[in-house]
């Protein structure tokens, strides 16, 4: 009876010491959806995991459509016979189309919905991959690659703030960073595409036009998912929200998070509704605002689209034939999908500011490899000893006129050849191969002895590239690729969600123009050759390092409606914050940050013991006690 007795007084105790441990968080946070076990609670994981599925799909479009060009665009130049400028407005012109949408999305989102506009862009998708498909010529392709553009900018800003204001907090992070890793995942299966249909006749076609297939299926998916609680609560639907969060969640107290939204609602409620300059008009949001679109922009103009729209025409300036690019494109791109993999299991554990910051110094890293990569290409080129007068010279921007002394000027310019066997640069290209100088070997093969050398030369220096740029997008997956999503997902407040991600997706579409519309002009010899583009990027990297050092707060584990405390400084005239200031006075910096710190925990804990506190006497009016009093 002694043993038995003891073990009960234990359980008894282990029971009563249970809801202090529970104090130190909202139950809807610690909801364990990866560690499911009633019915209830399995249900509802599921749900939310469907949910951000079906609207992931958006996500997968928006990596195909974005990556497909990259394998695409070797044939399209090829059979459409495209100049330099036509290649880079079909690859622009999406992301121009993407701004309009970004922009345009966040009015859309705030008038009729988040579902609603996820349904619009699917719509949009189809339609654009219908056009490209059966495109004549150049300029319908372009209109294709236009209204694809639309759909993404619509989908790009939506989808992660639907999934943001439908996830508990606890997973906030690794559901949204599962969008991003559709979005990479999207881009693998755009690779493998290209591959597969490289040497069919037209097969650019069928790379563009596929996209239709799953556009179609999302349609009708997002037909039978619910419209975000939060943005139902703002429109005065309390009942419909209530029952739609009783969905998502694994347990029947969502009284606490019910109260949490209906305060943040009601704290807004009386503002007009949000306008551009309202986005500055507080300090908070202003600091949240300059936060965001820093990272949007950062992201973008570290380079990655520029991998991931030409990385198969990298691949062919690094020496390697059309079809062996395209398919080490496709395989490439893999990288950042493992990397998005290795963020949703440590975004959780290591927080958004350790995975951006780790993220973004390796990338730098990489891309100086690239380069490196690169210079070392044009470093050990052949020598060239005898020059056509038409081929003599290369013109700099930087450094002006400079004379070619290696196969690796010689073919930077199109109308250009290199014959090893006599060490010559001469005038001529790809169709124009038959001059007695230098007799093309059976087969007409590039670099073959006695062959022409057109667009590149050897390079025993290639397979630096090819791992350069693996390392570079397995470490862009693991915090720029994703982060800059989920946190401007997070830090702006209800009233102004929709339209402070309107514009910052639109800053990252404009930084896609930029880089997407610049890379082959960019990468010219004329301007900053091959190397100096790469090591561009990485100054921009090391430059918003630095920056985001001192700027980018945690927001791991946060509820949506007290991310904005993290941006309150002294002097923001926020009541509270002025007394603070004045016992401040006559101590160290360091005092001062302490105290900033503690009075920010204070505004958070002040707000959630207030919503704490409506919930449970809701709770106890109701007939049962459901929240803790903590």
Not at 18 to 32: A, G, H, M, V
Not at 234 to 257: C, D, H, M, Q, T
Not at 336 to 364: C, D, H, I, P, Y
Not at 403 to 411: E, G, L, P, W
Request: net charge negative.
């Amino acid at each position: 009876m002694g043993p038995s007795h003891d073990q009960s007084q234990q359980q008894l105790l282990q029971q009563q010491q249970q809801p202090q441990s529970q104090q130190q968080q909202p139950y809807y946070e610690s909801t364990p959806f990866f560690h499911l076990q009633s019915p209830k609670e399995v249900q509802a994981g599921f749900y939310i995991f469907l949910l951000t599925g079906i609207c992931a799909v958006s996500s997968l479009l928006f990596g195909y459509d974005t990556g497909v060009v990259s394998g695409a665009l070797l044939s399209i130049r090829n059979d459409l016979q495209l100049r330099d400028w036509e290649q880079e407005l079909i690859v622009s012109i999406t992301t121009i189309g993407a701004v309009v949408g970004s922009l345009s999305g966040g009015y859309l989102n705030e008038k009729v919905g988040r579902r609603p506009v996820i349904l619009l862009s699917s719509v949009i998708f189809t339609v654009g991959a219908v056009v490209m498909g059966v495109a004549p010529d150049f300029s319908v392709l372009t209109v294709g690659r236009a209204i694809i553009g639309l759909a993404i900018g619509f989908s790009s800003m939506t989808v992660p703030i639907y999934i943001a204001e439908a996830a508990p907090s606890s997973i906030r992070g690794r559901l949204v960073t599962m969008n991003c890793i559709f979005i990479t995942g999207g881009q693998f299966v755009a690779g493998m595409v290209d591959g597969g249909f490289a040497e069919v006749p037209g097969g650019w076609r069928y790379m563009l036009g596929v996209a239709a297939i799953p556009a179609a299926m999302q349609f009708f998916g997002v037909l039978f998912l619910p419209e975000s609680p939060r943005w139902l609560v703002a429109k005065g639907k309390v009942e419909e929200a209530r029952e739609v969060l009783g969905r998502l969640r694994a347990s029947e107290n969502i009284g606490f998070e019910m109260a949490e939204i209906e305060e943040d609602v009601a704290a807004t409620a009386s503002l007009p509704s949000a306008r551009f300059k309202d986005l500055w008009a507080s300090p908070p949001i202003r600091r949240a605002m300059v936060l965001g679109c820093g990272l949007m922009l950062l992201q973008q103009l570290s380079g990655i689209n520029t991998v991931m729209y030409y990385s198969a025409s990298i691949y062919n300036m690094a020496g390697f034939s059309d079809t062996a690019s395209i398919w080490l494109a496709g395989f490439t791109a893999l990288a950042q999908f493992v990397g998005m993999l290795a963020n949703m299991a440590l975004v959780e554990k290591w927080g958004r500011r350790t995975l951006v910051l780790t993220s973004l110094s390796l990338v730098m890293i990489s891309l100086v490899a690239i380069g490196a990569s690169f210079y070392l290409a044009m470093a050990s080129s052949a020598a060239v000893k005898v020059v056509d007068p038409m081929c003599a010279t290369v013109s700099n921007i930087f450094v002006g006129a400079f004379q070619v002394t290696t196969c690796f000027q010689c073919v930077e310019n199109a109308a250009c050849g290199f014959c090893p066997s006599l060490e010559a640069c001469m005038s001529g290209n790809k169709t124009m191969d038959t001059m007695e100088s230098c007799p093309v070997s059976n087969g007409g093969g590039r670099g073959m002895e006695g062959g022409w050398t057109y667009g590149v030369c050897e390079n025993p220096y290639g397979y630096m590239s090819v791992a350069s740029m693996v390392l570079y997008l397995f470490t862009f997956g693991l915090g720029m690729g994703a982060m800059p999503w989920t946190i401007c997902a997070e830090i702006f407040p209800l009233h102004v969600r929709s339209l402070a991600n309107s514009l910052t997706t639109g800053v990252n579409w404009l930084g896609n123009v930029v880089i997407s519309a610049t890379f082959l002009t960019v990468a010219s010899p004329h301007v900053l050759t091959q190397y100096g583009a790469f090591w561009m990027y990485a100054l921009i990297s090391f430059s918003g390092l630095v920056g985001l050092s001192f700027t980018l707060p945690e927001t791991k584990g946060v509820p949506l409606e007290e991310i904005e405390a993290l941006f309150v400084r002294p002097g923001d005239g926020i009541p509270g914050i002025e007394e603070e200031e004045e016992r401040g006075e006559g101590r160290g910096e360091e005092r001062e940050e302490e105290e900033l710190s503690v009075l920010t925990s204070s505004l958070t804990g002040g707000a959630r013991e207030r919503r704490r506190m409506t919930a449970q006497n809701a709770a106890v009016e109701g007939g049962r006690v459901e929240v803790d009093s903590h």
